[in-house]
């Protein structure tokens, strides 16, 4: 069987060949063997809308190294025998010259409806080399399945796959300390970034926040999005507008002083932003509270 991958697109270069060997085809995820020959030093950029795991039957030629494009730790590191790259994520990789057996397998999201794969820095450095034994067994377990398949082999490869996935998202839990099974971003990520904008002066930059949490900028929009349901920008008014109200306390400080504080460039934006917030001027309202 020498027909093009269905698991990533490989590339089609005179330095490497790609020999599929055989293939498991399910809903929502697809298993392949294949056979690599590398002529000569080898690099690239792994990149795909699906998730990745692959298992090298084989050692990995030239001391393979890699590292996620945007990542904060900002340097390569050895790749293991066993890799994971989430959906989305670029990494950037360099091996040697030789030859390479691996189980590829590409899928949607995580194989579990109760949680998906967050991609936090702590999350993607511990996917460049995953030392699980029990997802190792599952994935040679699958292996030897579509090298030699028997009664049901659809049905048995499923199974183990769903074993796979389940021990790979407690392989990663316990590496990353439970933090990259979240649902956006959590309850101690959202105080951290409330206590960033709420800092007087101008409001810190996306890439400050994503630092904050550990994700990538990119990540971190997802994740702030799907935790607090609005955009960045439209929660950050939000918060210094609610820390506006709290400043014109008829005792507080001067107007401009409250702009400055609330990050607002001049009293002017921070009167107009203020207004279309709650549809009185800061001066307005202030005299409010007096009654």
Not at 13 to 26: F, K, N, Q, S
Request: glycine fraction near 10%; proline fraction near 5%.
């Amino acid at each position: 069987m020498n027909a093009v991958s269905h698991v990533y697109d490989v590339p089609v270069t005179p330095t490497m060949e790609c020999t599929v060997r055989g293939r498991i085809a399910l809903p929502g995820v697809v298993m392949e063997l294949h056979h690599y020959r590398f002529h000569g030093p080898q690099g690239g950029t792994f990149s795909s809308s699906r998730s990745f795991l692959d298992l090298a039957l084989s050692p990995r030629p030239g001391s393979p190294r890699g590292g996620y494009a945007g990542s904060e730790s900002g340097t390569a590191r050895a790749l293991g025998q066993m890799i994971f790259i989430p959906a989305g994520e670029s990494l950037l990789t360099h091996w040697g010259e030789g030859e390479q057996t691996s189980i590829c397998c590409g899928f949607d999201g995580s194989g579990l409806e109760a949680e998906e794969i967050g991609a936090s820095e702590a999350m993607l450095q511990a996917s460049l080399d995953i030392r699980s034994q029990p997802v190792g067994l599952a994935l040679r377990r699958i292996a030897e399945e579509i090298a030699q398949p028997g009664f049901c082999s659809e049905m048995l490869a499923q199974a183990v796959w769903i074993q796979a996935t389940i021990e790979l998202h407690r392989y990663l839990r316990c590496s990353t300390g439970g933090e990259a099974f979240t649902r956006g971003l959590s309850r101690a990520q959202i105080d951290r970034i409330n206590d960033r904008i709420e800092q007087p002066g101008k409001p810190p930059s996306v890439a400050a926040l994503a630092s904050e949490c550990g994700l990538s900028t990119r990540h971190f929009f997802r994740q702030f999005k799907t935790a607090t349901g609005r955009t960045l920008t439209a929660y950050i008014t939000d918060r210094k507008v609610d820390q506006a109200r709290r400043l014109l306390d008829p005792a507080g400080p001067a107007i401009k002083m409250i702009a400055w504080q609330c990050g607002f460039e001049s009293a002017a934006a921070f009167s107009a932003a203020f207004r279309k917030a709650t549809g009185i001027t800061p001066t307005q309202y202030r005299k409010m509270m007096t009654h």
